[in-house]
T-cell receptor
Framework: DTAVSQTPKYLVTQMGNDKSIKCEQNLGHDTMYWYKQDSKKFLKIMFS???????INETVPNRFSPKSPDKAHLNLHINSLELGDSAVYFC??????????????FGPGTRLTVL | GENVEQHPSTLSVQEGDSAVIKCTYSDSASNYFPWYKQELGKGPQLIIDIRSNVGEKKDQRIAVTLNKTAKHFSLHITETQPEDSAVYFCAAGWGNYQLIWGAGTKLIIKP
């Protein structure tokens, strides 16, 4: 009964390809996120959706497109992959409690390697 | 914009000793300060958090202190154990979904 799950766990692909990462949460949360973690472990927010609506959209190349078909899913599609896209991508979700955003729960991560 | 600085980037302590990681934030409107632990190959997990109406919070060997005037907060781990080895992140937020993250501290517990 994994709370936040991501697939695939590892993704190795060639430059120029298009790939998708899927995320699902079974916590009943309204908000989901995508983070990128580089080799220096820095966590960078990319996108956030609340009730299927985009609420955070940081400076990310438009090759990255999130899609939220419903509150429990937030997928990340990446076009024309570049070497610099190699990183670990984390999905997270959070609820709302007592008037403020609650704890963010992270998935296990997807390690993307672009060759 | 909001900025969170975290120090040190690496901390090595003897097993059984205490470890302290410090963070400072720039936006005085921040009111939520979580700490996350990331073990190798896993996603970050919340270990403790504090809100701005509280100065200190403790959970067994872990404690967090907050100084709103100085805009800094710290994580204290006492009686460190090998399983405490991980990367620790602080963050600051306003309770509106977005967190501003520190750069992380790699904690090494020496046997």
């Amino acid at each position: 009964d994994t709370a936040v799950s991501q697939t695939p766990k590892y993704l190795v692909t060639q430059m120029g390809n298009d790939k998708s990462i899927k995320c699902e949460q079974n916590l009943g949360h309204d908000t989901m996120y995508w983070y990128k973690q580089d080799s220096k472990k820095f966590l960078k927010i990319m996108f956030s959706y609340n009730n299927k609506e985009l609420i955070i959209n940081e400076t990310v190349p438009n090759r990255f497109s999130p899609k939220s078909p419903d509150k429990a899913h937030l997928n990340l599609h990446i076009n024309s992959l570049e070497l610099g896209d190699s990183a670990v991508y984390f999905c997270a979700s959070s609820g709302w409690r007592e008037g403020h955003s609650d704890t963010q729960y992270f998935g296990p991560g997807t390690r993307l390697t672009v060759l | 914009g909001e900025n969170v600085e975290q120090h040190p980037s690496t901390l090595s302590v003897q097993e059984g000793d205490s470890a302290v990681i410090k963070c400072t934030y720039s936006d005085s409107a921040s009111n939520y300060f979580p700490w996350y632990k990331q073990e190798l190959g896993k996603g970050p997990q919340l270990i403790i958090d504090i809100r701005s109406n509280v100065g200190e919070k403790k959970d067994q060997r872990i404690a967090v202190t907050l100084n709103k005037t100085a805009k800094h907060f710290s994580l204290h781990i006492t009686e460190t154990q090998p399983e405490d080895s991980a990367v620790y992140f602080c963050a600051a937020g306003w309770g509106n979904y977005q967190l501003i993250w520190g750069a992380g501290t790699k904690l090494i517990i020496k046997p």
